[in-house]
């Protein structure tokens, strides 16, 4: 199970050496050893290289991946971050579509299409976002937003995968009513979702998909026993270290098997 903490907009310099601390004096590790358990951690772009050092000095085995990428890889784009520059301080995977960098910050399908595909090809880890609002839902949209969204990832996945890019690559259900709001969505509803996705699609390879919306350590087992996810993308509930180390000890105990490995280099 693939298992990361988006940690957006929060954290300082202080709060993450805490936040390492604790993950690096937990006795955790050693079980999490020949386990199908990985562990990622999405800080904001500015903490990148500090979290990557973090990691480093303190011998984790976590993968750490950034919020966003620009659809740019170089040149005169002010305020941008590239995948050249994720790839040079040993970023490993990204985060894209993310439903507040859709929702806020004009994000559109295109460039989660173009941003798919410079990671697959940098190999570098993407999680690729999606999911309907809560008014989508209740007008029964879930199936036709969902297609919208992943109709023109499938074709750049496919594309990749004819190209011989063998890179994992990650889908993340994450319904914006449920995201932040202590209401996640039930193994019923991510089921459909992720079965929908599989079967619409003909996929080169079997999707592995991560669920995101208020996860906790109150959810997280019943959640996990479900055969559809590989893992989960949490916001608020993993800015804390104890609840990420609590939940991962909770699905380390289900040992349950898994769709897709991440590789850690
Ligand atoms: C998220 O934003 O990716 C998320 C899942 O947030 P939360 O866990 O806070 O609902």
């Known amino acids: 199970m693939f298992l990361v903490a988006n940690?957006?907009?929060?954290?300082?310099?202080?709060?993450?050496?805490?936040?390492?601390?604790?993950?690096?004096?937990?006795s955790i590790w050693g079980t999490l050893d020949?386990?199908?358990?990985?562990?990622?951690?999405?800080?904001?772009?500015?903490?990148?290289?500090?979290?990557?050092?973090?990691?480093?000095?303190?011998?984790?085995?976590?993968i750490v991946l950034?919020?966003?990428?620009?659809?740019?890889?170089?040149g005169a784009f002010t305020g941008e971050v590239g995948?050249?520059?994720?790839?040079?301080?040993?970023?490993?995977?990204?985060?894209?579509?993310?439903?507040?960098?859709?929702?806020?910050f004009h994000e559109t399908d295109e460039n989660v299409v173009i941003k798919t595909d410079l990671s697959l090809s940098a190999d570098m880890v993407p999680i690729v976002c999606f999911g309907e609002s809560g008014s989508q839902r209740k007008r029964g949209k879930t199936f036709s937003v969902?297609?919208?969204?992943?109709?023109?990832?499938?074709?750049?996945?496919?594309?990749?995968?004819?190209?011989?890019?063998?890179?994992?690559?990650?889908?993340?259900?994450?319904?914006?009513?449920?995201?932040?709001?202590?209401q996640n969505a039930t193994p019923a509803d991510i089921h459909e979702v992720a079965k929908y996705v599989s079967e619409e699609f003909s996929w080169p390879d079997p999707p592995a998909f991560l669920y995101g919306g208020s996860v906790s350590s109150d959810n997280i087992r019943s959640?996990?026993?479900?055969?559809?996810?590989?893992?989960?993308?949490?916001?608020?509930?993993?800015?804390?270290?104890?609840?990420l180390l609590h939940s991962a000890d909770l699905v380390r105990q289900l040992n349950r098997p898994v769709r897709e490995g991440v590789h850690v280099k």
């Open 146 to 182: 969902v297609k919208s969204q992943i109709e023109p990832v499938f074709k750049g996945v496919k594309k990749a995968r004819e190209r011989g890019i063998t890179s994992p690559f990650y889908l993340a259900y994450e319904p914006v009513w449920a995201i932040g709001s202590g």
């Open 66 to 74: 950034a919020q966003d990428v620009s659809t740019r890889t170089s």
């Open 83 to 104: 995948m050249p520059n994720l790839l040079d301080i040993g970023v490993k995977g990204v985060v894209i579509g993310h439903s507040e960098r859709r929702r806020f």
């Open 223 to 243: 959640l996990s026993s479900l055969g559809d996810l590989s893992g989960f993308l949490v916001g608020s509930a993993w800015l804390d270290p104890h609840a």
């Open 34 to 62: 020949g386990s199908r358990i990985r562990i990622g951690i999405a800080p904001s772009h500015v903490y990148l290289d500090h979290v990557v050092l973090g990691i480093q000095n303190r011998d984790l085995p976590i």
């Open 7 to 26: 940690w957006k907009m929060n954290m300082t310099r202080a709060l993450i050496d805490e936040y390492l601390d604790v993950l690096s004096e937990s």
